[in-house]
Nanobody
Framework: QVRLVESGGGLVQAGGSLRLSCRASDPLFRNYAMGWFRQAPGKKRETVGCLSNVDGSMYYADSEKGRFTISSDKAENRVHLQMERLNPEDTAVYYC???????????????????????WGQGTQVTVSS
């Protein structure tokens, strides 16, 4: 069982930046693809992006491209979500999630779908004030 713990959420003004972190308990962290999702009040959970620790493949939802960046620190078993130019529509609970990745770009067919992710964090609240 892989345990994921998010941190770094909080209140930020519109136009500001925030960096979320997710720490994985599994020392085999490098075998997983790590995704970020978010769920705004009254809305369905949606994909933010994904980074494969296996082959470095990286994917972002269209609305986050250019503003959000996912990175991985394998020495610390952490994945980060750097968010820039935040706006009130980014207010949500942000979750990290993981699935065992077979590599060779196979995460391309999986990263968007919640059902592919085997492990989930508890979420961290991000609130962007206008």
């Amino acid at each position: 069982q892989v345990r994921l713990v998010e941190s770094g959420g909080g209140l930020v003004q519109a136009g500001g930046s925030l960096r979320l972190s997710c720490r994985a308990s599994d020392p085999l962290f490098r075998n997983y693809a790590m995704g970020w999702f978010r769920q705004a009040p009254g809305k369905k959970r949606e994909t933010v992006g994904c980074l494969s620790n296996v082959d470095g493949s990286m994917y972002y939802a269209d609305s986050e491209k250019g503003r959000f960046t996912i990175s991985s620190d394998k020495a610390e078993n952490r994945v980060h979500l750097q968010m820039e130019r935040l706006n009130p529509e980014d207010t949500a609970v942000y979750y990290c999630a993981a699935f065992l990745d077979l590599g060779h770009g196979s995460s391309w067919t999986r990263w968007r779908y919640e059902s592919e992710y085997e492990y989930w964090g508890q979420g961290t609240q991000v609130t962007v004030s206008s």
